[in-house]
């Protein structure tokens, strides 16, 4: 069963809005934080966006104005509103949730498959 499923990813203009979905499934206990990365191919994995169980948000000086992060903790659902796409956002975009499977056992990292955004005329 894979634990994070991303969904939301394709193709939108220049300075258009996708909102991308990660879904935890039933194997995941509790969820601390929930992070958004994305990695275009040949480089580094880079940090978006994060949100904590609090609520509390951060964001890459790269995306910050025009992306939110939020998340419906009952669902174990984050989001990613992204507004204002420009072409350098293309790439595939990853959930990462720190996380556990029981009460019995430590979190850990829980990534998904990825979904490609890509921004072009």
């Known amino acids: 069963q894979v634990p994070l499923v991303e969904s939301g990813g394709g193709l939108v203009q220049p300075g258009g809005s996708l909102r991308l979905s990660c879904a935890a499934s039933?194997?995941?206990?509790?969820?601390?934080?929930m992070r958004w990365y994305r990695q275009a191919p040949g480089k580094e994995r880079e940090w978006v966006a994060s949100?904590?169980?609090?609520?509390?948000?951060n964001y890459a000086d790269s995306v910050k104005g025009r992306f939110t992060i939020s998340r419906d903790s009952a669902k174990n659902t984050a989001y990613l509103q992204m507004n204002s796409l420009k072409p350098e956002d293309t790439t595939v975009y990853y959930c990462?949730?720190?996380?556990?499977?029981?009460?019995?056992?430590?979190?850990?990292?829980?990534w998904g498959q990825g979904t490609q955004v890509t921004v072009s005329s």
């Open positions: 949100i904590t169980g609090g609520g509390s948000t």
């Open positions: 039933g194997s995941i206990f509790s969820i601390n934080v």
């Open positions: 990462n949730a720190v996380g556990r499977g029981s009460p019995y056992v430590p979190y850990h990292d829980y």
